[in-house]
């Protein structure tokens, strides 16, 4: 039968940290599908559940528990289906899971399948992967991202005493991706140099993500030297920066333990005005904890028109959440990660509905990622004009910006690089 789920199995595979996580593959008539889920490190408290084994396997990190729930119970439930419904399979797996946060059977063990499944369905149409997630989404807007590259380390990501965990570079004046691309990839060596030449080689080691991770402090340090890198590039008009503070990391007891201080929201709040006076920057993510709505809402009315304000462990992909912060007007982007939520159907729902709301999706990776490239198709399909993806090193990042490339090659003259920023 055309189109019909014959099999579906999972198994135990590393990440790009050395840690396992789940891989499906859904067979079908034209073959099999496969799809790999990444793992956060800083993850929000409201995301949903990655089944971990907790035993003495790999430092109870293993997910044996998760591929048995995939291979004894959802696979017994799939096999059979037409592979093109989507929405009645993730549906019908969070049905079996049962609980709120995915706790029974893993997001981990779920997302695996629903990504799997959206794969076979691309497949078996004979589609690309992009294509399909736009049909199930109802886009019609195909485009190019433009890329967060995460370039200095800080926070979780790195092992100096940097706060804030992220500093990007967003190429917003680049004329379509693969030159965006080439852009941030020049920045970056001219930036390992100069850090090289002021902090010696040990310096130049890449975090998770790709980024350097150089002994400083402040958080000014970091937007200088990539500001002149920026300069030696010579693309002071084409890109500007971001920055990710991952601040729930730092809040304790109601306030923000911030370079050796105790700030409270307002003054953290106050930081970053000043960082956004002083330096370029387009976009902020994160930059109070995941439940101090208040400071949010305060910094958002003062900013809102200026810059891009992301929520991430705010909102964790998940749509009550984003309705929350709408109403608040808390925010005014979603930091989309599909294993935040757990099925495709589930984040393109948070996708429409950011969107709807007049707001900016940026799709996001996790520190702790595969050579799935995935969520690249999946913001040319969702036309979100942005995706966060880490630095132009190491392979499981550079998957995602390669099969931009190659889609932008694919689409040619109707390729659009969406800037919306």
Not at 85 to 93: A, G, H, S, Y
Not at 237 to 254: C, H, P, Q, T, V
Request: with cysteine; charged share 25%.
């Amino acid at each position: 039968m055309e189109f019909q789920i014959q099999n579906i199995r999972a198994r135990e595979v590393l990440d790009s940290r050395g840690n396992p996580t789940i891989e499906a593959e859904v067979k079908t008539k034209k073959g099999i599908s496969r799809a790999m889920v990444p793992s956060g490190a800083s993850t929000g408290i409201h995301e949903a559940l990655e089944l971990r084994d907790k035993n003495h396997r790999y430092l109870g990190r293993g997910v044996q528990k998760a591929v048995n729930n995939v291979n004894k119970i959802i696979a017994k439930k799939l096999i059979g289906l037409d592979c093109r419904k989507q929405r009645d399979i993730d549906e019908l797996m969070i049905e079996l899971d049962g609980t709120k946060n995915k706790s029974n059977l893993g997001a981990n063990a779920i997302l695996a399948a629903s990504m799997a499944v959206t794969k076979a369905s691309a497949l078996e149409q004979n589609i690309p992967l992009y294509r399909w997630i736009a049909e199930l989404s109802g886009n019609k807007e195909i485009a190019l991202p433009v890329p967060s590259m995460n370039v200095i380390n800080g926070g979780r990501h790195a092992g100096n005493k940097l706060d804030i965990q992220e500093y990007m570079i967003l190429p917003i004046g680049a004329r379509n991706f693969t030159e965006a691309v080439r852009f941030c990839a020049e920045t970056y060596q001219n930036l390992k140099n100069i850090i090289k030449e002021k902090y010696g080689k040990n310096a130049i080691n890449v975090g998770d993500e790709g980024g350097f991770a150089p002994p400083l402090d402040q958080a000014e340090e970091p937007l200088n030297l990539i500001l002149k890198a920026i300069e030696e590039s010579g693309y002071q008009n084409e890109i500007k920066l971001g920055i990710d503070a991952a601040a729930s990391e730092f809040y304790k007891d109601n306030n923000y333990v911030f370079e050796g201080e105790i700030l409270s929201g307002k003054e953290l709040g106050d930081v970053y005005s000043n960082l956004l006076k002083t330096y370029p920057i387009a976009s902020c993510e994160d930059v109070f904890a995941q439940d101090d709505w208040n400071s949010w809402i305060e910094f958002t009315k003062k900013h809102n028109k200026k810059v891009q304000i992301v929520g991430d462990d705010l909102l964790v992909t998940n749509v009550k959440r984003i309705k929350k912060a709408v109403e608040l007007e808390a925010c005014n982007a979603l930091l989309l990660k599909i294993n935040q939520i757990g099925t495709i159907s589930e984040s393109i729902d948070a996708a429409k509905f950011s969107i709807k709301s007049g707001w900016n999706v940026m799709v996001s990776h996790r520190s702790g990622e595969t050579e799935d490239s995935f969520i690249a198709d999946l913001t040319v399909g969702l036309g979100t004009g942005q995706i966060k993806s880490g630095a132009p090193c190491r392979s499981e990042r550079n998957s995602k910006y390669n099969q931009l490339i190659r889609i932008e090659e694919e689409l040619g003259d109707r390729a659009v690089y969406k800037v919306n920023l």
